[in-house]
């Protein structure tokens, strides 16, 4: 990553180039790496990538959102107008009509994304990629696991074999997958065993390549700005969109019936959006939705802060300070940093030894052996549960023959089985406290033999996996710095009294 201070250079003088005679001696020719500008929502993406495109003279723009994929909503998703798209090509915009039901998925907006990158640079241009789905940037920039698609005549087959079947034969074609998803997961035991017959190559082994295509001809230009910045610019901006027609948009798509029930659900749900149809449907005053909207799209700009975070270990990606740079020269540095270095080169994966407590990541903080319990469900073992059930059982039997005997003035005989029984009884609770606390043995060796880069959801070991990604388990994005934030935040969790 590159920081502002090592951009320093680049700045030989940000001045002359901004001037009319330097700007000319800048060739219209391609850029050698594809610009991808991300930011939280209001941040000014859209604005900087028009500057982008207008400054190296040859460009066409490729958009990352979610919700501009879609015919008529304009106004609430900050569509670009009708003017900037005429004067700068963009792609990926109104795909789908609001009323079809079909989903958009990443793997829908890649293979777009894909296709608009070779048309572009086909002929002879650059494409610029701007959005705030960070989730879309992520698998561009990255690579995700391409599994199979699901076949139900199998899985229906797997369904009827019974679990304990489908156990078995993962144990045999995939002990790594089976040791890791819980024996009672139907679902994904049949999604393993799927991936299995499908491809012939277990899941575990598929999932150990998340991320290994990760894209060596794109800068990533993240525009970072302070929350209480971008909270200001987001009020101004919903002001704005309300002032430009924005409930009267969401009024004619509700009478064109593009958010009934058998319409698209993620255009409904959009901000923005789903705020105003509550107030067109009776269900909130006007001026609630719009201070909702306000509220739900700064909570939005929380969360992408959190992918911002994450996406900054993206090798050559440039932070721009939104709040200390000028913003005409943002553009300058996003070109300096395409043309400058070249391609980057491909990330190493370093796959890591599974340690014991201790490990050698700076990223990582050391847990205490409390947090052990954080990392798998607790369980008691099956012995400790014998023993402590068998004990429990001999003290009840010896309590009333002792009894007996001492109403036989056997009192020595009583008061051995009175001891024996206490001792007994001690020893259970002692059992019961081990077992509760999930360290028997063998819990104890399976916690220990995990590392801690380990998916804070699911427990999913991540240790073989790269430094970015995704938790092959249950979809969990993460880096170093977000497994470092969260065990940090479980571990504050774990001491509070």
């Avoid at 190493?348 to 409390?370: F, G, V, Y």
């Amino acid at each position: 990553m590159h920081t502002l201070a090592e951009i320093a250079p680049c700045e030989v003088n940000l001045r002359e180039a901004d001037s009319p005679r330097k700007q000319s001696r800048v060739p219209p020719s391609p850029l050698p790496r594809i610009p991808v500008i991300v930011g939280p929502t209001a941040g000014g993406k859209s604005a900087l990538a028009l500057e982008l495109a207008n400054k190296i003279g040859n460009a066409e723009l490729i958009t990352a959102d979610a919700f501009q994929i879609y015919k008529g909503m304009d106004i609430g998703t900050a569509k670009p107008t009708i003017a900037e798209r005429q004067a700068i090509p963009h792609h990926l915009l109104d795909l789908r009509d609001p009323r079809d039901p079909t989903p958009f998925t990443v793997h829908d907006w890649l293979r777009e994304a894909n296709a608009a990158i070779t048309d572009i640079q086909s002929r002879g241009k650059t494409p610029i990629i701007v959005g705030g789905t960070h989730l879309y940037i992520q698998n561009f920039l990255s690579g995700m696991f391409q599994g199979p698609g699901a076949d139900e005549s199998l899985r229906a087959e797997f369904r009827a074999r019974g679990l304990e079947s489908l156990r078995q034969e993962l144990e045999r074609v995939d002990p790594e997958a089976a040791q890791r998803i819980h024996p009672n997961d139907e679902r994904r035991t049949i999604r393993a065993l799927e991936v299995f017959r499908l491809t012939g190559i277990p899941i575990s082994t598929h999932q150990t390549q998340w991320g290994s295509q990760s894209r060596t001809d794109c800068v990533l230009a993240i525009l970072d700005w302070p929350t209480e910045q971008i909270n200001r610019r987001i009020n101004a901006r919903v002001k704005q969109m309300m002032a430009n027609g924005f409930l009267e948009e969401v009024r004619k798509l509700r009478d064109d019936q593009a958010f009934e029930h058998g319409a698209n659900m993620q255009a409904r749900e959009a901000l923005g959006y789903k705020q105003l149809l509550a107030h067109l449907e009776g269900r909130m005053p006007l001026e609630d939705a719009v201070e909702q909207i306000k509220i739900d799209t700064r909570h939005f700009a929380k969360a992408q802060r959190t992918w911002l975070r994450r996406l900054r270990i993206t090798s050559g990606c440039v932070v721009i300070d939104a709040e200390a740079r000028p913003a005409t020269e943002w553009a300058e540095l996003v070109v300096h940093a395409c043309r400058s270095h070249g391609p980057t080169p491909p990330l190493k994966i370093e796959k890591t030894e599974i340690t014991d407590l201790q490990h050698n990541d700076s990223m990582l903080p050391t847990r205490p052996a409390s947090s052990f319990d954080t990392l798998a469900p607790r369980r008691a073992d099956a012995k400790f549960r014998f023993i402590m059930i068998a004990l429990c059982v001999l003290s009840l039997l010896l309590t009333p023959i002792g009894v007996f005997a001492g109403l036989m003035q056997h009192w020595a005989f009583a008061a051995t089985a009175a001891g024996i029984g206490m001792s007994a009884l001690i020893a259970a609770c002692c059992f019961a406290a081990f077992a509760y606390r999930g360290t028997g043995a063998l819990a104890h060796a399976e916690l220990r033999r995990r590392n801690h880069r380990a998916c804070p959801q699911c427990a999913y070991a991540l240790d073989a996996l790269p430094h970015s990604g995704a938790c092959p388990e249950c979809g969990r994005l993460y880096t170093l710095e977000s497994l470092r934030e969260d065990w940090e935040q479980i571990i504050r969790n774990e001491n509070e009294p």
